[in-house]
């Protein structure tokens, strides 16, 4: 995203303009530290020990940042699996390719048991003869935890963007709910998830008209 800075917002000499972020910058990082040690139930005298201990307010604040960001990452990471699992899954409901399969599936990380394992797919892995034949080796049910793993390898190239990627699904729901060659009930089901808004907004972009990576 690219900030550009209003003049109107940076009026005053650099030394003040320098100042004023100081100020912000230090009130930030107080701010944090408060924050924290509410939400840990310290009292006033507990609280210069707490700040000693954990290396001091700049510390503090800068430790509470990466967590913060880590957890936001994890989060993205998450919701992006989930999107492009949801588009898997509606190519294989729309898939013509249908074949029968009568061996058995290997479990996999079938020591962690219940919903939170139920995976979505069963990953095939065949042997390449020549032309259009193959041979089956085995399929697996991979359970969800190695399964993220792999739609997050297959889905490498898709959009970062939950917004996009999102959008680009619901293009996809459209497409089926006009498909007549899909069942009606299908139809009929796109439509209905179509009537409902995005859940991801677009980024907002901040427009000024000099950059911030201009100044000295």
């Known amino acids: 995203?690219?900030?550009?800075?209003?003049?109107?917002?940076?009026?005053?000499?650099?030394?003040q303009v320098s100042s004023v972020r100081g100020d912000k910058t230090a009130a930030s990082r107080y701010s944090k530290v408060l924050s924290v040690a509410r939400a840990e139930n310290l009292s006033p005298e507990e609280l210069p020990a707490y700040i000693a201990r954990r290396g001091g307010v700049a510390q503090i604040h800068d430790t509470e940042v990466k967590q913060l960001a880590k957890k936001t990452g994890d989060q993205h990471s998450k919701e992006r699996i989930d999107?492009?699992?949801?588009?898997?899954?509606?190519?294989?409901i729309t898939s013509k390719m249908d074949f029968k399969f009568d061996g058995s599936v290997l479990i996999h990380n079938d020591e962690k048991t219940g919903a939170?394992?139920?995976?979505s797919f069963c990953v095939f892995i065949a042997h390449y003869v020549g032309d259009n034949d193959y041979k089956m080796i085995s399929a697996?049910?991979?359970?969800?935890?190695?399964?993220?793993n792999l739609i997050r390898y297959l889905g490498k190239a898709m959009p970062n963007d939950l917004h996009v990627l999102e959008r680009g699904i619901r293009n996809f729901k459209r497409k089926i709910s006009m498909d007549e060659s899909q069942p009606k009930s299908l139809q009929d089901a796109m439509k209905r998830v179509l009537e409902k808004p995005m859940k991801y907004k677009e980024d907002a972009i901040i427009e000024m008209e000099t950059p911030i990576d201009e100044e000295k």
């Open 1 to 15: 995203m690219k900030i550009i800075k209003n003049p109107l917002f940076w009026s005053g000499t650099k030394n």
């Open 83 to 92: 999107l492009i699992r949801e588009y898997f899954n509606l190519l294989g």
């Open 116 to 119: 939170a394992e139920t995976s």
């Open 140 to 148: 697996n049910d991979l359970g969800k935890t190695y399964e993220d």
